[in-house]
């Protein structure tokens, strides 16, 4: 009994010990069962952020993926745009290269017909112009009773006829429409006391009225200039007698309206020059003013004094030059003026009185023109001749007989337009025969002009005459030069141009 109740005590505690221990061991795997449902908890909300993560990263994928294929669809047409643009840039070029030629032909084309229409007109041309009265040429109650258009010689019917018919010649311009034609007439009483009447009608190429200005005559000078610029030699050149307004025809006033022709052609060729550039031409330009008297070469631009050195002309080529005369590069027309102002002075310094000084010697600028195209690889020399010859008047007109150096500037005066008179004539005659000889050594003034007159230039004369009806007879006598310049066919004008090899 006692055997089984101590048996009994240790079952008993037994039981207890192990009942204690299954209680920890639940215990602590409670605990690992709170830990790993936490641990799963805490997993499966990795998961869940996992998964919304990788949804978006889908998304973006996609997104970029879309992406990416509109990229590759933009670059796909921005390389076959550059492709085609770089076919058009190809096309361009070839275009521009294409355009260029035609460029250059149609320029050759045009100066082709520029010149022939020149040659058309006539390769030796006569303008005649009548400058206006001016009242210091009339008697202060005269020019009272005369209007300013009577005085720019437009007939007014409020003027008292008379006294006009003293003072004034009665020049009239039929040709309304081409302008062409002047007629001159006067009354006069023969010995038996009977009233004479005679007219003389004169056609030119052209011919300018008093009102007309100086542009109105540029105008018609201006595709000269045109000329010189494609390889021409052009002369320009203003006949008639003293005060008859050679010297504002050429060289004009002070200012713009004014300007005469000399600058007003600088100014042409240099605006055709740059208006050039674009066709792949490049000019350079140099000038220089020399004057005749008494037969002797002056430069109007030297240091020197006057007659001290000697000049002699030389032609080579087509061209023509003056030995120790000084050549001014022009870079812009303004120099010019400037040229001009020299040369008046020089003349002024010359002589007592300018104007007297300036009426009895031939002025002569020459602007030179050297062109080089580097598209065609062409060459080109061109030159302009503007010349203010002498006072044309007659030896009994001019009452220089008493003086003897008035004589003697008469006598030359004479002389070196009679040799050009001499030299218009024989080259009117020389038609066919090659071997005529032109008298071109007879004067300082025909020589320097040899290569204006011969054929190998465009000539312009301006024959300048006076209103006054004192100077009726030597308006009549330059008017009938002036016929017989109009009535000579020279050669054809050659260009002086070359392709470069």
């Not at 460029?103 to 303008?127: C, P, S, W, Y």
């Not at 600058?263 to 350079?284: D, I, L, T």
């Not at 001749?385 to 500037?409: C, I, M, P, T, Y």
Request: proline share 2%; aromatic share 4%; hydrophobic share 35%.
């Amino acid at each position: 009994m006692r055997a089984n109740s101590k048996t009994s005590r240790r079952l008993r505690g037994s039981g207890i010990g192990s009942s204690v221990r299954c209680r920890t061991d639940l215990r602590f795997v409670r605990e690992d069962l709170e830990r790993e449902q936490a641990a799963v908890a805490s997993l499966k909300a990795t998961v869940s952020h996992q998964s919304t993560a990788h949804i978006t990263l889908n998304a973006q994928n996609s997104a970029l993926e879309a992406q990416l294929t509109a990229l590759k669809s933009t670059l796909d047409c921005k390389a076959a745009d550059a492709s085609q643009l770089r076919l058009d840039l190809e096309n361009a070029r070839t275009r521009i290269t294409e355009l260029e030629e035609e460029v250059v032909d149609a320029e050759m084309t045009r100066r082709r017909l520029h010149n022939t229409i020149q040659e058309l007109k006539g390769n030796i041309r006569v303008f005649c112009r009548v400058r206006p009265l001016l009242r210091s040429e009339v008697p202060p109650e005269v020019a009272h009773s005369m209007s300013a258009s009577t005085l720019a010689m437009v007939p007014n019917s409020g003027s008292p006829m008379a006294e006009q018919e003293e003072y004034v010649a009665k020049i009239e311009f039929p040709d309304r429409k081409d302008h062409k034609e002047i007629v001159l007439s006067s009354r006069s009483e023969n010995a038996m006391g009977q009233e004479r009447k005679e007219s003389w009608n004169f056609n030119f190429d052209r011919v300018f009225e008093p009102v007309s200005s100086q542009a109105d005559i540029f105008e018609e000078i201006s595709q000269l200039a045109q000329s010189c610029t494609d390889g021409y030699n052009v002369c320009i050149f203003a006949y008639g007698q003293t005060g008859s307004g050679k010297s504002y025809t050429m060289e004009g006033g002070s200012n713009e309206e004014t300007a005469g022709m000399i600058p007003r052609a600088v100014e042409q060729v240099f605006r055709v020059a740059e208006s050039m550039k674009s066709k792949g031409w490049e000019y350079n330009l140099e000038g220089q003013f020399l004057e005749i008297y008494n037969e002797t070469i002056n430069d109007l631009l030297g240091k020197a004094e006057f007659d001290k050195k000697k000049h002699e002309i030389r032609h080579e080529n087509g061209s023509t030059r003056v030995t120790d005369a000084v050549v001014v590069p022009l870079k812009s027309a303004s120099q010019v003026r400037s040229l001009l102002s020299i040369a008046q002075s020089r003349r002024t310094t010359a002589a007592t009185l300018m104007n007297e000084r300036s009426s009895r010697s031939h002025s002569v600028f020459t602007l030179r023109i050297f062109g080089t195209n580097s598209q065609s690889g062409e060459t080109c020399e061109g030159s302009l001749n503007l010349v203010d010859l002498a006072g044309s008047e007659r030896l009994n007109s001019s009452g220089a007989g008493s003086d003897k150096d008035r004589l003697k500037e008469t006598q030359n005066i004479n002389k070196s337009l009679s040799a050009l008179a001499d030299v218009i004539a024989a080259l009117g005659e020389k038609g066919d025969k090659a071997d005529k000889h032109i008298p071109y050594r007879n004067s300082k003034l025909t020589f320097l002009l040899q290569n204006s007159l011969s054929g190998n230039s465009k000539t312009l004369m301006v024959l300048n005459l006076s209103p006054l009806a004192a100077h009726l007879g030597e308006s009549l006598c330059s008017l009938r030069f002036a016929t017989k310049v109009n009535n000579t066919t020279l050669g054809t004008a050659k260009r002086q141009a070359r392709i470069g090899s």
